[in-house]
């Protein structure tokens, strides 16, 4: 039973379209994020949410809209796509006071535009 | 910007050597996480420090905390193909945000 699951695992998809990551989370924990990892390997925050509340909203494009419909299910919408969108994009969750627990990670969406 | 710089960038080793990765910065961190990310995956804990100056083992990793709680040292010893990924290191700040810091990386290849 996977932990936090986001789909779909690889997307590829032309300049200007729109498209939807959906993220979800078996294990009780109030926060959520999104993550994007370039070429290089680099995780940079997006966006944070903690019961549904938008916590976190890192300087992230307009086209960038993230909806919690719930503290299990974090999605992140992209308009509009560019060519520099491309990259690995990470839902992750954690409890709500971090202490020694960390992050528990989705396997990633590899986001490529065409 | 809170920058978490990983030293090196590449390691390429034999099964059975020894190795040390670096993260520093200048910030200082209410804790710091190790994480590591195979291919095709996310990144998954390794281990959390807290106090400055607190050294964890797990299993051939050792980790350490700087004093000043600004930077942290991962140390393996004797090497194995299974070590191979890519290594993150990721601060926290504390307060409300839970938001963490992640450090540059180092790709690690053990070669057997």
């Known amino acids: 039973d996977t932990a936090v699951s986001q789909t779909p695992k690889y997307l590829v998809t032309q300049m200007g379209n729109d498209k939807s990551i959906k993220c979800e989370q078996n294990?009780?924990?109030?926060?959520m994020y999104w993550y994007k990892q370039d070429s290089k390997k680099f995780l940079k925050i997006m966006f944070s949410?903690?019961?549904?509340?938008?916590?976190i909203n890192e300087t992230v494009p307009n086209r960038f809209s993230p909806k919690s419909p719930d503290k299990a299910h974090l999605n992140l919408h992209i308009n509009s796509l560019e060519l520099g969108d491309s990259a690995v994009y990470f839902c992750?969750?954690?409890?709500?006071?971090?202490?020694?627990?960390?992050?528990?990670f989705g396997s990633g969406t590899r986001l490529t535009v065409v | 910007t809170q920058l978490l710089e990983q030293s090196p960038q590449f390691l390429s080793i034999q099964e059975g050597e020894n190795l040390t990765v670096y993260c520093n910065s200048s910030?200082?961190?209410?804790?710091l996480q190790w994480y590591r990310q195979e291919p095709g995956e996310g990144p998954v804990l390794l281990v959390t420090?807290?106090?400055?100056?607190e050294v964890k083992k797990l299993k051939r990793l050792t980790f350490q905390f700087g004093d000043a709680r600004k930077d942290s040292s991962l140390h393996i010893t004797a090497a194995q193909p299974g070590d191979t990924g890519l290594y993150l290191c990721?601060?926290?700040?504390?307060?409300?945000?839970?938001?963490?810091?992640f450090g540059t990386g180092t790709l690690l290849a053990v070669q057997p």
């Open positions: 992750a969750s954690s409890p709500i006071t971090l202490g020694r627990d960390g992050y528990t």
């Open positions: 294990l009780g924990h109030d926060t």
């Open positions: 420090v807290v106090t400055g100056g």
């Open positions: 949410y903690n019961n549904k509340e938008l916590i």
């Open positions: 910030s200082v961190f209410s804790s």
């Open positions: 990721a601060g926290a700040r504390g307060g409300a945000t839970n938001k963490l810091i």
